[in-house]
Structures are given as structure tokens and as C-alpha cells.
């Protein structure tokens, strides 16, 4: 429980230490650091989706930093998070079962028809909220300063998360009580 609350303080803490030691050190100093945060999440990983994300990510920041330079594949992480997030969820709208839908099985084996059109609904709402914050998570790559990069990244996009996460809870809970 220790090491998985590490890990999570770790990760979500990425952009803020990439931006403390980008003004600090070499952007090539930077990336064992990253490797060993990639490292702990896969080993703390529960789910074999969980580790291609994570490997996906790693082989992504390594081919930037090989095409581009250190501190653009170091500043280019969170947007390879979130397509390999919208590919987990897209591709399994072409499943028998989307994402959501697995999950939400957890709690609900026995999911309506209803329920079912509806965890699909989700799982597009979640690929489009994906792709803009890829977008945008790319757009602080490219043009905007390191302050706005660690804004967006480290503060802006949780926010983001938190708040798609509370809009689908309140919706989920008006459909439920229309059903």
C-alpha cells in the first residue's frame, strides 16, 4: 500500500519535478529519473493494459529524446499518457465490452441493456476528453513556456480529470433514477 501511494504521488507529482530539475540539471540527467518512475509503475502495475501504457509511453519519450532532444521527450510524457489512454479506451469500443463497461460490471454484473448503451456513451466522452487534453498537453509542449507546461500538466488537467469524473457521476446518477 506504501509503494503504490509512492508511485501515485510520484507520477502525479511528474511535471512539477520535471520542471524543478529541468532548471536545474541536464534534461539527460532527468531521464533515469523518468525511467525509474516508469520502472515502479510497471512493477506496481495491476493490469496488463496498465503496462502497455506505460511501455508505450516509455518507448515514446525515448523516441523523442532520440529524434528531438531530452527536454522536449522528458516535457512530452503526459501527452503520451493520454493517447495511449484514448487507444485503451477507443479500442475497446471494438470490443464485446468497452472499458467502462468491464468496470462498471465490477459493481453490476448483471448490467442492463441500458446500462450498457450508456457505459459506451461514456467511453466516447472519455476518448474525446483524451484527445483534447492530449491536444492542448501537446500545444504547452510546443509553445509554451515551462511554467505554463508544469501549469497545464501538473494542476490544469487534474482539475480536468476530477471534474469529468464528478460530470459523469452526476449524470450517471440522474440516468440512473430515469431508468
Known amino acids: 500500500m506504501l509503494m503504490r501511494t ?3 504521488l510520484l507520477t502525479l507529482s511528474y511535471p512539477f ?3 524543478w530539475g529541468l ?3 541536464d534534461a539527460l540527467v532527468l531521464l533515469p529519473a523518468l525511467a525509474v518512475i516508469l520502472l515502479l509503475r510497471w512493477l506496481g502495475g ?3 493494459r496498465d503496462r502497455v501504457v506505460i511501455g508505450c509511453s516509455a518507448l515514446g519519450v525515448l523516441t523523442v529524446t532520440l529524434l528531438w532532444d531530452a527536454h522536449l521527450g522528458l516535457k512530452f510524457y503526459p501527452v503520451l499518457v ?3 489512454l484514448l487507444i485503451l479506451f477507443g479500442s475497446s469500443l471494438f470490443a464485446s465490452q468497452t472499458l467502462i463497461e468491464r468496470l462498471a460490471r465490477i459493481r453490476e454484473p448483471d448490467l442492463p441493456v441500458a446500462g450498457v448503451a450508456y457505459t459506451r456513451k461514456v467511453t466516447i466522452a472519455w476518448c474525446l476528453f483524451f484527445v483534447f487534453n492530449a491536444a492542448v498537453s501537446m500545444a504547452t509542449v510546443l509553445w509554451a513556456s515551462d511554467e505554463i507546461w508544469m501549469l497545464y500538466n501538473g494542476l490544469i ?3 480536468l480529470i476530477g471534474l469529468m469524473l464528478s460530470v459523469e457521476w452526476l449524470v450517471r446518477q ?3 433514477k430515469h431508468s
Open 157 to 159: 488537467a487534474y482539475i
Open 46 to 48: 495491476d493490469h496488463g
Open 17 to 19: 519535478l520535471v520542471y
Open 82 to 84: 493520454n493517447l495511449g
Open 174 to 176: 440522474r440516468v440512473r
Open 6 to 8: 509512492l508511485i501515485t
Open 23 to 25: 532548471h536545474r540539471f
